[in-house]
């Protein structure tokens, strides 16, 4: 639709907070998304961006205008969704909203899946700290979100609530391996690698350790969950994962893993009170139903 155009320009420029980044990635000359921008700036008879040497910035104007737009983009892409679906084309895009624990192996698994299924679909993932995720669903930037321990659950229509196992994570020669399961207290007497705040499994750690009047000491802090996977291999460093993300090949890399005693919880849901689009509604249910089967 044309007139969504514009409005997809001033959404871009909100975005990236650069009329040449912007142009680029519209596939525009800088000077011609500048005069369409002045174009509606002058139909509404005020400035709607903030112009500073580093950038744009939407003013109060904007922002205004912006919250219309999303809403105006992402009523059109349920609509397009809605009529593809009549005619057997199955097509759409979906905006997921998600966390380090879940975007390495169960995420990229079932996108690959949906795809051979509906190639008309395509796909945005984008990665948020724990309690972002959901919050980024308010303006429609995200249509899915699938978190761990998130910190908005009332404004999330869930779809999907599941546990978690969480796993100590070793070297196959730890003076650990061997045990059933463990107790938290067991770790501490060892090197702690541990996701920084706010992550969601680090939020369940450090309730655990706080329970049995303990305090986490991490000999080493990371967002990254591969590195810390990676330097407990040889040495008595201990890292921990979730069951989704407990990597398939472990053993491979010298590693084992032993359940801790405690176990989070895994949402999927969308914006409450939202008509999620055809192709959202879909993939969610193919959320539901793989976690479902892993998970009870």
Do not use: W
Not at 63 to 89: F, N, P, T
Not at 261 to 268: H, K
Request: charged letters at 25%.
């Amino acid at each position: 639709m044309r007139h969504l155009t514009v409005l997809k320009y001033i959404e871009k420029i909100a975005r990236t907070g650069s009329l040449r980044s912007a142009a680029e990635e519209l596939g525009i000359t800088p000077s011609a998304l500048n005069r369409r921008i002045l174009g509606i700036e002058g139909e509404l008879g005020v400035e709607i961006f903030e112009r500073h040497p580093a950038g744009l910035r939407p003013n109060i104007a904007g922002e205004i205008l912006l919250e219309y737009i999303r809403d105006q983009i992402a009523d059109m892409d349920r609509v397009k969704s809605r009529i593809a679906d009549l005619s057997g084309m199955r097509a759409g895009h979906i905006n997921i909203a998600t966390t380090r624990e879940v975007v390495q192996f169960f995420l990229p698994d079932l996108i690959k899946q949906h795809l051979a299924e509906f190639p008309a679909v395509t796909f945005g993932v984008n990665l948020h700290e724990r309690g972002e995720a959901e919050a980024s669903l308010h303006d429609n930037s995200n249509d899915i979100a699938i978190v761990f321990e998130p910190i908005h659950l009332a404004e999330l229509q869930t779809v999907y609530t599941g546990p978690q196992q969480v796993y100590c994570i070793m070297s196959n020669d730890h003076p650990l391996v061997g045990k059933a399961s463990l107790k938290i207290y067991d770790c501490t007497d060892y090197p702690l690698l541990l996701p920084k705040h706010p992550e969601g499994i680090r939020a369940v750690l450090d309730a655990l350790a706080r329970k049995v009047g303990l305090t986490l000491e991490p000999a080493l802090e990371s967002n990254s969950l591969d590195l810390l996977r990676l330097m407990s291999q040889g040495s008595q460093a201990l890292s921990f994962s979730i069951a989704i993300n407990l990597r398939p090949d472990l053993e491979a890399d010298g590693l084992v893993a032993i359940p801790l005693d405690v176990v989070g919880v895994l949402n999927a849901g969308y914006l409450r009170g939202r008509t999620l689009p055809v192709a959202a509604a879909r993939f969610l249910e193919s959320v539901n139903k793989k976690l479902s089967e892993r998970f009870y």
